[in-house]
Each structure stands twice: as C-alpha cells, then as structure tokens.
C-alpha cells in the first residue's frame, strides 16, 4: 500500500488532464472536418458518405487511430477520409473542390464560433477554476481547428489544398496529377520531418487566430 501511496502521488495530473484537454479538442476538430465533407458531398448529390454512415458528430466514425497516435507524437496526424463518389456531381472536379473546401471552412467557423462563445459567456463572469478550465479548453480548440483549416489548405495530395488547386487545371493535367496523389504523404512527411515551413504555419495560425479575437472583441 505505501508503493500504491507513493505511486499515486508521483503522478502528474495536471499533465494528464492537459492531455485530455488536447485529446478532446483534437476529436472536436477532426470530427467537425470530416462530418462536412460528407455533408458537402451530400449536399451536391453524392450518397456515399451517408451510406457509410459518416455524416455524424460521432468521433469514432471519423477516428484513423495510427493518425491520431501520430498527432500527438509528431504533430501531424489524420482521420479516415470521407468517402466520395463524383459521378454523382454534375461537374465532377468543381463537385470535388467544394466538398474539399468544406472540411477547412468548417474548421475556421469552428475557431470563430469557439472564440465569440467565449466572449459572450465569459463577459462579466466571476472567475473561477472552473471557468478558467472552459476558457481554456475553449481557446485549444480555436487554435488547433485554426492550424487543421491553414494545414489542409496545404496543395499536396491528399489535402484539400490539392483538390481545390486541381480543380481549375485541364482534365488531362487533372488525371495526370491524380495518379500522383498516394505520393504526396511521403513529401507530407518529409516536410514534416525536416521541419519545412513550421515557422511560417504558426505565424500563420497566429495571425488568424489574433484576427478572430478582433473580430469577436476579445
């Protein structure tokens, strides 16, 4: 019992509970992301995500384990794509860059929504551990969906950047890029790896993030 006793407190619960804290936001953010794919998808005529189910605010529908476990442990990470079929769009490349653009757009309405909730429930509140604790988990969740928004923007196969930029190329320079595509997360990795551009992402992610707190008046 006095090992148990002892064991108990060596542990770092602040640690842990930040770690859930982070986990939690993660979740909010990915599955946020992924559930508009579908919902764009849908929206311009492609079942395909519904029929499997992934037009959910369930985070284990969304959830790529290996992906998350790379999150934490490398900083960069992923969840299952969302299936989609553009034989149901009627433009098949403008039906693709919008469902693409869905996932980023949501992500930043998501920050944005996170930050003009934190000001209005938070404006001349008693401040208390608790509050704090929200305000906290709140602000996480604006800066991660920022970074997951500006990183999918990113044109390199599979992001959404690359959809998007495809899009407006010729069909044949289109079918030519696409062969490519299960290339891209090996350069992702690389850029990753090497640190290529970390300090212009988080400036970036900085300077959306100050342009909502302006925004919002906080």
Not at 68 to 86: I, N, R, T, Y
């Amino acid at each position: 019992m006095h090992y148990l006793s002892n064991l108990w407190a060596a542990l770092d619960f602040g640690s842990l509970l930040d770690m859930l804290k982070r986990l939690a936001a993660v979740l909010l953010c990915l599955t946020v992301h992924e559930t508009c794919h579908g919902l764009a998808a849908y929206a311009l005529g492609d079942p395909t995500a519904r029929r499997a189910h992934r037009l959910s605010l369930n985070p284990l529908r969304h959830i790529d384990w290996f992906g998350l476990l790379m999150m934490f442990a490398a900083g960069f990470g992923w969840a299952k794509p969302v299936p989609v079929d553009p034989n149901f769009f009627k433009k098949p490349k403008q039906g693709m860059a919008l469902t693409a653009l869905a996932g980023p757009v949501s992500n930043f309405l998501l920050a944005f929504l996170m930050l003009f909730a934190a000001k209005i429930i938070f404006s001349g509140s008693s401040w208390t551990q608790t509050n704090e604790a929200i305000l906290d988990f709140m602000l996480t969740v604006a800066v991660l969906s920022i970074g997951l928004g500006l990183f999918n923007l990113v044109p390199i196969p599979p992001l959404d950047g690359s959809k998007v930029l495809f899009s407006v190329l010729p069909d044949r320079a289109y079918d030519q890029l696409m062969r490519y595509e299960r290339y891209g997360m090996l350069l992702l990795f690389a850029l990753v790896f090497f640190d290529v551009g970390s300090s212009a992402f988080s400036k970036a992610i900085r300077w959306f993030f100050e342009l909502f707190c302006r925004i919002v008046g906080l």
